[in-house]
């Protein structure tokens, strides 16, 4: 070899060389990068997808008639209908706009009231009284009176309404109502119901009992149509005491206190999900689910997402206590102490904000997530 190719050699050796380091300062820095701002992730995630684009929502609290206060304390409740919203305290429902500016005011005389939302109208009940109204923000749309208490309504979102009551020779009742108000089904049941909801066309629904089997509780649940006599199906009991069911294309997904799982359409458990640590809130929308648990002596804060029916779940790991999930639009949010984030079911984390003060849950509107606080309600704008 000459002189000249060896040095020729020699140059495109070190210009490899140059190029290698630059590389690896890049490829440094750019991992300095992400660790240094970590923060913005909120936890560490386990077993998640590839990750796009992140919208960093300022969290400025709106202004203007922001904060709404409430009179009671934290024992108030709020609902979306649209961008506005409702609140139901221990003597007044309100209805206001997204400015925050009061709507509609009326007073009630329930002494334990509940509220549940669905399109534009409120159902609202007391747990253990004897009637429910119909309201949305301009009236009463009408009321039902019963001779027993009611246990627990619910409100599909076409405004088909199910109350279920005490009997005096059955367990209890279900009777449902059309959204004009007329009872379209009627059924006595000899099991305990502790929840329902209504398919998406609101022809039937998928009810939950408890039982005691083995000297545990164990949930059960069955599918019916309000056109039918008997169960489409009936499932074998799910080893916890079941809080909430969701009705999901024919299937359900039941909510537990100490653990979570899926019900095929022929009534055959096809997942089961055992928390490691406390429950802190779950949801669900169309075949996707979520829950929040926090694990206080090991500080482990988990977010489980279900993709679908009889997935296995993927976990957030979070470093910090959560306090609220919701599933909307394919869409999980999760609140904690200092933070609101959101991902979807591919595991990417889509938008973030900083909340800078203490709540203990939100709900989601189509553009901005109401904040609830000790005595008041703030909002802010969320991009996702």
């Known amino acids: 070899m000459s002189d000249y190719d060896s040095n020729v050699s020699k140059k495109k050796k070190k210009r ?21 701002s970590r923060s913005i992730w909120l936890g560490k995630l386990k077993g998640m997808g590839k990750q796009h684009s ?24 709020i609902q979306c209908i649209n ?5 139901l305290t221990d003597a007044y429902l309100f209805f206001y706009d997204k400015k925050g500016e009061l709507i509609r005011k009326k007073q009630h005389g329930y002494i334990n009231p509940v509220m549940r939302c669905a399109g534009e109208q409120i159902l609202v009940y007391e747990h253990g009284g ?105 499932s074998a009991g799910l080893d916890t005491l079941g809080l909430d069911i969701y009705s999901q294309n024919g299937s359900a997904f039941v909510l537990g ?56 779940p993927i976990e957030f790991e979070f470093e910090q206590p959560l306090v609220d999930v919701a599933v909307k639009d394919d869409i999980i949010y999760v609140m904690s102490k200092e933070m609101i984030v959101a991902y979807d079911f591919t595991g990417a984390l889509k938008a973030t904000a900083e909340i800078s003060d203490s709540y203990s849950g939100f709900v989601r509107s189509n553009e901005y997530i109401y904040l609830k606080g000790f005595n008041k309600i703030d909002r802010i704008n969320y991009d996702c």
């Not at 961008?83 to 609140?87: G, I, L």
């Not at 009992?209 to 083995?214: G, H």
């Not at 809130?281 to 002596?297: F, L, T």
Request: proline fraction near 1%; charged fraction near 20%; glycine fraction near 8%.
């Open 16 to 36: 490899k060389q140059r190029i290698r380091l630059i590389i690896f300062f890049l490829i440094a820095a750019i991992v300095a990068a992400l660790y240094f």
């Open 54 to 77: 992140v919208i960093i929502n300022d969290g400025v609290l709106a202004q203007g008639n922001y904060p709404i206060e409430v009179s009671g304390g934290n024992d108030f409740q």
């Open 83 to 87: 961008d506005d919203f409702a609140v």
């Open 130 to 234: 004897d009637d429910f109204c119909v309201e949305n923000t301009e009236e009463t749309l009408y009321t039902k009176n019963f001779g027993t208490n009611i246990m627990f309504a619910r409100m599909s979102s076409e405004g088909y309404i199910a109350a279920i009551t005490t009997s005096r020779n059955y367990d209890c009742e279900i009777f449902i109502y059309d959204p004009k108000g007329n009872m379209i089904y009627e059924r006595k049941c000899f099991e305990h119901v502790n929840d329902l909801h209504f398919n998406e066309e609101s022809s039937g629904c998928t009810i939950s009992f408890i039982n005691a089997e083995n000297g545990s509780i164990t949930t059960s649940a069955e599918e019916i149509s309000f056109s039918e006599n008997g169960e489409i199906w009936k």
């Open 257 to 312: 206190l100490d653990a979570c799982g899926y019900i095929e359409n022929n009534g055959e458990i096809v997942s089961f999900y055992r928390y490691d640590g406390e429950l802190a809130g779950g949801s669900s929308d169309g075949e996707k689910s979520a829950v929040i648990i926090n694990n206080y002596p090991r500080r482990k804060y988990t977010l489980a997402v279900f993709s679908g029916i009889g997935k296995q």
